[in-house]
């Protein structure tokens, strides 16, 4: 059975490992290509199945995947899946941010949304991590950030969505010290 005929079921997390691993270990650069491809799938079980995949990977299908962080924040801003929303920032988050890689539309769509109230915690969760990521590089943008977590005290927040506007706030506070 070809790799994308099995990833039109379902997948249990034991075969996600076994396939994060071959992709990771066993796949040739063209092999890994054709993998990356399925992302864009148009059956949405397919593209969630790599993401979730992918998502499993450790620091050589980092290394692997790194190249290719354009194509994740293109495919995260225009997915209509909630699912793989979530999987493709998670994927982002663990892959080094350079300043010179930063896109203005990936830095407003993780802006845009945190106080967006029809993502989920996690997504909001994630693009609060994401955005310090982005925007520690560029004061106006960090103040920014700060201003938009701020906006929030007070406010009942979820528990992740607490501890992630916590810690970044703390992170802030702590690249501002070192500014100075």
């Keep these: ?33 054709e993998f990356f491809q399925l992302l864009y799938d148009e059956d949405a079980r397919v593209s969630e199945n790599i993401a979730w995949i992918m998502s499993h990977f450790n620091k050589v299908g980092w290394g692997r995947l790194d190249s290719r962080k354009q194509s994740l924040m293109e495919e995260a801003m225009h997915t209509s899946s909630t699912t793989e929303l979530r999987l493709l920032l998670t994927i982002i988050s663990k892959l080094p941010v350079l300043e010179e890689e930063i896109t203005i539309p990936f830095i407003d769509f993780c802006l845009d949304n945190i106080t967006n109230m029809a993502q989920s915690v996690a997504v909001k969760s994630l693009c609060i991590y994401l955005s310090f990521q982005q925007c520690k590089f560029f004061p106006e943008l960090l103040h920014e950030l700060e201003t938009i977590l701020t906006s929030y005290d007070g406010v009942p927040l979820s528990p992740g969505l607490k501890s992630a506007r916590s810690k970044v706030l703390q992170a802030i506070a702590k690249n501002n010290k070192r500014n100075k």
């Excluded at 099995?6 to 071959?22: D, P």
């Design 1 to 33: 059975m070809d790799l994308r005929s099995q990833l039109t079921k379902r997948i249990c997390k034991e075969e996600v490992k076994h396939l994060a691993s071959m992709a990771e270990f066993s796949f040739d650069d063209r092999e890994f290509s």
